[in-house]
């Protein structure tokens, strides 16, 4: 493309007190050689962007360098779709509202914003958007509560909808209940169980295809074009789908697990075997089949507790008030303990604690059960400590019950390609180490096998990857629904532990996920986080070295490998973090709009004075999705931060290429500081472990900085979350603090 | 955990005190506002949370030895704040007459106070009594002008009254030994003895009143009827004993100083239970958290002390028709009032004492603010989870 370069710069906003506009124009005129470059007191108002769209309706102008507010202000406004190339320069937010106004550091640091800007947007190239044939297909994995309604969901907004169910009928677990939580006021009684209406209702809607007693034994490919096979009874047959809704529920958190003595005494049973018994008539005591007279409820029995299950199953408290209903209307004598440690009832639900608490015959206390006793009457006692009574208390019944937990139906995807590899370590039989490590791998993990779910034909596992408690998320807080692999959403009790009327919630909206998923796929367009992104990672593989780092750092497993360790991109995986970029040694990995090269050409484009004292040079590489936004909220709330630091924005820190700084510090820039989210277990980072990997790849930085015999202290990485802005000014003063105290850059001038 | 509390639930208990005025008992929730709210619970001995869950349970054995009951003022301060509503104050009255029947003797008359049918039973045996000694020998007719030593005969009535007094004295007696034993039992070791003096001074002068939260008024309707019965009690005493030894001649002169005394009494009892009655009406939380023992018992001493004055401006107006029946009415809720002593609320002023002064010493003791060693019931649980219980 010939490019026709068109500078375009505001002094609104106060920009024009702070620096002088036309001497600004002059880098652009003179030092650039740009043709067509303009001033506006107001570029955002209708006669600046009336200027603009004349420029390219002409044809004087095919590429915009935008000098004027942060990108993140004001995209509609300078949206001028996806013809032309557009780069903004944050002139407003990170050098008028944050610098000294009419201060010549304050001006040259604008100067080298747009030199920058106009490096990069000379390296731009048009995008080419992916346009291949989308299937709008959706199909749902499990025929439980979530699953039936998210088909329907998925079906009534007219999407096609294949609804695959492991067990004989569709139902799951809620179907196998005769009572639920009571759905409507005044939310005193349990309800009757209606999903037999919602499951003839999905077995009847044309667009939905159910398929029972089918297991999913391959998922091949990429959002918009799935291939999934299915095998059941008949055989096996292929289908092509556009995203996936995995909701496959729960399971009981084993009986077998839990550290309380007596757990395991005949007339104990977990709160889902007494659901089983009382759909049969009265409950007896499984020793000896005598009707309960007193039953003693254990609640938070695995849920809560750290060596288990960390979280509260959310469930337990409102299934025991409803067995305790159930058990009642059997036998209205019956004696009913609840021994609790809250009882967790949210929302109208406490409503439905307290009329079962009323009743004389239900006695509820908090306390912990700390072991169970056979007593010679047949009875079971249970020993409770800490109870609000003051002191060590014992009470029989004929029955305990265990309100045990919710795990999830979920597929450890690591911990199955850990046991995987172990496995082929012990066939390959190198060496007698490896073979003894990967035989412990084995037999701690081999439980996992056969666990897996989606069978996904991915390089980086047969599964959705698991974070804490295994649930599959992304980022539970931020991106609900979203779990590790694109296109793939959790829904329901697999995600977080809920009950039925939140499943069907749950289900719309990972429904409403996949359908936006494969509509954005149909615009080419990235899903979330950078929603609507045209852009995607091209390889220029005859380059290649086969080193694999792209294909194992990718954090959607968007790239897998051919036998020769050759990456193969799926683009329609991609989320466009740069990731891959970040990781390649060889530099073969870019987007038209954001390369190792353009950023390397916005260093080269910053100037670097030669006298250090008064103007030392920092650069920052900061994340666009945290501490981009934090540098903005910094400048709007007019804090004021050292005028020799120059912002490079990063797609996410783990994009960053080492290259980058090997380039800024063999320029005579002082010091580089990288600014990106929070890392760790609970990490904040928009694609899971770009600043993780980042902080990683700077080990090797510093290894460089010795040989280069520069101090490692030029070269530092913080967490910054959004909100931190009041932590700017500090911590960048305080880095150009430290930087000074090193000296200048003894590469400088050279 | 041998010596772990075995929890069998008492499920008569729990009934007698949901019938009572502990209808809402099994609301609560544990949150231990009313704990916290309440002025006379200490940390040593903290209540009405524990005792709320002890009723919800049935563990009528536990709360039968609890000094707590005992020292609650029945303010309301707790039935006020509480967030669900369970009505702690009525509940705490509740458990107290639920106690009172548990050691009443003999027992068959436990509930004699609590139900209407019990209290009009007590009311026609009163009568009946009055009339067997006034009516029958008389055969059914009154001399005119009418003298009351003639229609009750002295030489009859005061020999009864001993009577009454002696097995009313006796079955408070039994019922303190039971109670006695109950605080003993759940490690309650005060020295009761050196305690009442005290104890008794606390009592007189109200003070507990005073920190109530429910307002003086209800302090000084209590101050009014506790010394109107002081005083009639010293006054009856005396004029019954004088009259026996021949010292005084009744009926007294109006200006007799014993007869201004009393009849100052008198007035002083209508006017506190009326005060005391009102304050329980007046309040809604509190008229719905009463039993029909709170009512029978205010009403029993308004009743006395209004007909009391009534028959004396009877008398004095010479109105020969109501004379005899006021008065009759009179003796008849007199004797009533002592009958149903030990089984209605009236009994608190012996059983409160006893508690008050089992408890004394720890209150007063050193350890307060900490566990007292001993006391099943108010050592504090450990283990983490639970913060301050009180």
């Known amino acids: ?750 | 955990m041998a010596d772990a509390l075995m929890v069998q639930p008492d499920h008569a208990f729990i009934r007698e005190v949901i019938r009572d005025s502990g209808g809402e008992l099994k609301k609560c929730f544990q949150c231990a506002t009313c704990s916290s709210v309440c002025a006379h619970s200490t940390e040593v001995r903290p209540f009405p949370r524990k005792q709320m869950l002890e009723a919800q349970w049935g563990m009528g054995n536990r709360l039968l030895g609890d000094p707590a009951i005992w020292l609650c003022h029945d303010c309301g301060d707790c039935t006020a704040r509480c967030p669900r509503g369970a009505r702690p104050s009525a509940v705490m009255d509740a458990i107290r007459l639920a106690v009172i029947k548990r050691i009443a003797f003999p027992r068959f008359m436990g509930s004699v106070a609590s139900n209407l049918g019990g209290a009009v039973l007590l009311f026609i045996f009163s009568a009946l009594l009055l009339l067997s000694i006034a009516v029958l020998p008389l055969g059914g007719s009154f001399a005119r002008p009418l003298i009351y030593g003639e229609m009750f005969p002295k030489a009859r009535l005061e020999p009864m009254f001993y009577v009454v007094g002696v097995y009313v004295a006796m079955a408070l007696l039994v019922g303190m030994m039971r109670l006695v034993r109950a605080l003993r039992a759940t490690g309650v070791q005060g020295a009761i003895l050196p305690a009442l003096l005290p104890a008794l001074i606390e009592i007189t002068l109200h003070r507990r009143f005073a920190s109530c939260g429910s307002g003086q008024i209800r302090r000084w309707g209590h101050l009014l009827v506790f010394s109107a019965f002081l005083g009639l009690a010293v006054m009856g005493t005396a004029v019954g004993v004088g009259s026996m030894l021949g010292l005084i001649d009744t009926p007294l002169p109006m200006l007799h100083p014993l007869k201004v005394f009393a009849n100052l009494c008198a007035l002083v009892l209508a006017v506190g239970a009326a005060i005391l009655v009102w304050v329980r009406w007046a309040d809604q939380e509190k008229r719905a958290g009463s039993s029909f023992g709170d009512w029978y018992f205010l009403v029993l001493l308004g009743g006395v002390g209004f007909t009391g004055i009534l028959t004396e401006a009877v008398r004095m107006g010479q109105n020969l028709d109501w004379m005899f029946t006021i008065y009759f009415i009179h003796l008849c809720l007199v004797l009533t009032l002592f009958l149903s002593t030990p089984y209605s609320k009236f009994a608190h002023f012996l059983y409160r004492t006893i508690a008050m002064a089992a408890a004394w010493q720890e209150s007063q003791s050193p350890a307060r603010g900490q566990a007292v060693a001993g006391g099943p019931d108010v050592a504090l649980p450990e283990g983490p989870g639970l913060p301050h219980v009180i």
């Not at chain 1, 199909?139 to 998925?154: S, Y």
Request: proline share 5%.
């Open chain 1, 1 to 750: 493309m010939d490019k026709k370069l068109g500078v375009y710069i505001c002094s609104g906003c106060s920009i024009g007190e702070s620096l002088d506009v036309d001497r600004l124009a002059e880098v652009a005129k003179k030092d650039c050689k740009v043709p067509v470059c303009r001033t506006h007191a107001c570029l955002c108002g209708d006669e600046g962007i009336a200027q603009m769209r004349a420029d390219l309706a002409e044809g004087t102008v095919n590429t915009m360098v935008i000098a004027a507010c942060s990108p993140r202000a004001k995209m509609e406004c300078f949206n001028f779709g996806a013809g032309p190339i557009v780069e903004r320069v944050n002139l407003r937010e990170q050098v008028a509202w944050s610098h000294q106004p009419k201060d010549e550091d304050t001006q040259m640091l604008a100067g080298d914003y747009l030199r920058m800007g106009i490096a990069k947007a000379e390296k731009m190239e048009p995008l080419e958007p992916l346009t291949e044939a989308i299937s709008r297909t959706v199909l749902v994995v499990g025929g439980g509560v979530t699953g039936i309604h998210a088909a329907l969901d998925g079906a009534d907004a007219g999407y096609d909808v294949l609804l695959v169910e492991k067990e004989a009928q569709l139902g799951g677990f809620l179907g196998s209940l005769k009572k639920t939580f009571p759905t409507r006021a005044p939310y005193t009684k349990a309800a009757d169980n209606d999903l037999a209406k919602k499951i003839g209702a999905v077995c009847a809607h044309p667009r939905v295809r159910v398929f029972c007693s089918t297991q999913v034994v391959r998922t091949e490919g990429q959002p918009g074009m799935f291939d999934v096979t299915l095998q059941n009874g008949h055989g096996t047959e292929t289908h092509r789908v556009g995203s996936i809704v995995l909701a496959t529920g729960w399971k009981p958190y084993e009986r077998a697990r839990l550290a309380l003595p007596g757990c395991e005494l005949p007339d104990v049973v977990t709160n889902v075997e007494l659901e089983r018994m009382a759909a049969s008539g009265p409950v007896r005591r499984p020793s000896d089949g005598v009707p309960a007279k007193s039953v003693l409820f254990v609640q938070c029995a695995g849920s809560r507790d750290p060596a288990h299950l960390s979280y509260c199953s959310s469930v337990c408290c409102m299934s025991t008030l409803k067995e305790a209903e159930i058990l009642r209307e059997e036998n209205p004598a019956i004696e009913i303990f609840v021994i609790y440690r809250d009882m967790i009832t949210p929302g109208q639900y406490e409503a439905y604690y307290q009329s079962l608490q009323n009743h004389p015959r239900n006695f509820f206390v908090k306390g912990t059960v700390k072991s169970l006793e056979r007593e010679t009457s047949g009875k079971v006692i249970a020993n409770i400590d800490d109870s609000l009574f003051g002191s060590p208390i014992r009470v029989a019944a004929d029955l305990v019950v265990l309100a045990t937990g919710m795990a999830p139906n979920s597929a450890d995807n690591d911990a199955i390609r850990t046991l995987r590899e172990a496995r082929r370590t012990v066939e390959r039989n190198e060496s007698e180490t490896q073979r003894v490590e990967a035989e412990k791998v084995i037999a701690q993990l081999q439980d996992r096998e056969g666990t897996e779910i989606l069978h996904l034909g991915y390089r980086q596992g047969p599964d959705l990857p698991v974070l804490q408690n295994g649930f599959p998320d992304s980022h539970f807080v931020c991106f609900p629904y979203e779990t590790q692999r694109t296109g793939i959403y959790a829904a329901g009790a697999v995600r977080a532990p809920m009950d039925a009327a939140l499943a069907a919630e749950d289900a719309s909206g990972a429904m409403m996920k996949a359908i936006q998923s494969v509509e954005m796929a149909v615009n080419g367009q990235a899903v979330h986080p950078r929603a609507g992104d045209l852009s995607y990672p091209n390889f220029a593989l005859q380059r290649c070295t086969q080193c694999k780092r792209c294909t194992v750092e990718c954090p959607f497993g968007a790239i897998d490998e051919d036998e020769k360790g050759t990456p193969r991109f799926n683009p329609y995986r991609c989320r466009r973090c740069g990731i891959c970029m970040g990781a390649c040694p060889e530099r073969i990995i870019s987007f038209k709009n954001y390369s190792v090269d353009m950023i390397a050409g916005m260093v080269k484009a910053i100037e670097v004075p030669d006298e250090f004292e008064d103007k030392p040079r920092i650069l920052i590489f900061a994340c666009e999705n945290d501490a981009y936004p934090a540098l903005d909220q910094a400048g709007m709330s007019h804090a004021a931060y050292d005028a020799s630091v120059c912002v490079i924005p990063l797609r996410c820190l783990g994009s960053m290429n080492v290259v980058w700084i090997a380039d800024a510090l063999s320029r005579g820039i002082d010091g580089v500081m990288l600014m990106g989210c929070k890392f760790g277990d609970d990490y904040q980072c928009h694609f899971i472990r770009g600043s993780e990997l980042a902080n990683r790849r700077l080990e090797n930085v510093k290894d460089t900085l010795q040989r280069l015999q520069l101090e490692s202290g030029r070269v530092e990485l913080v967490q910054l979350a959004i909100n931190e802005y009041d932590r700017v000014p500090q911590l960048i003063d305080n880095f150009v603090a430290r930087v000074r105290e090193l000296g200048p850059n003894p590469y400088k001038g050279f």
